[in-house]
């Protein structure tokens, strides 16, 4: 029904910059916020940021504030996270995830990409 796609990552050395980009396509009309989550290796799968499609309201967690901006294309369908200040602590694969409500939480969301791999070197 929706399908979501990542790209953007790759390997930077601490204190660069990436950023991600998830383009939507499909039945895309019920699905009202965009987030970012990110799984390390041996870690469970965690919240990072998320979008209202129509107001542009965001929200981060607390490791990320001041580092990462979270935006939306609304004609393009597509939701981007700009990534500064990188730190080794955040490698990890990031997952583009869609759902109907703002929320932390991975069961709120409906729809998933296939993820892209940030890889930070100190």
């Known amino acids: 029904q929706v399908q979501l796609v990542e790209s953007g990552g790759g390997l930077v050395q601490a204190g660069g910059s990436l950023r991600l980009s998830c383009v939507a396509s499909g039945r895309t009309s019920s699905t009202y916020v965009t987030a970012w989550f990110r799984q390390a290796p041996g870690k469970e799968r965690e919240f990072v940021s998320r979008?209202?499609?129509?107001?542009?309201?965001?929200y981060y967690t607390d490791s990320v504030k001041g580092r990462f901006a979270i935006s939306r294309d609304n004609a393009k369908n597509t939701v981007y996270l700009q990534m500064r200040s990188l730190k080794p602590e955040d490698t990890a694969v990031y997952y583009c995830?869609?759902?109907?409500?703002?929320?932390?939480?991975?069961?709120?969301?409906?729809?998933w990409g296939q993820g892209t791999q940030v890889t930070v070197s100190s």
């Open positions: 995830a869609a759902g109907p409500r703002r929320s932390e939480y991975r069961y709120e969301y409906d729809y």
């Open positions: 979008i209202t499609w129509s107001s542009g309201v965001t």
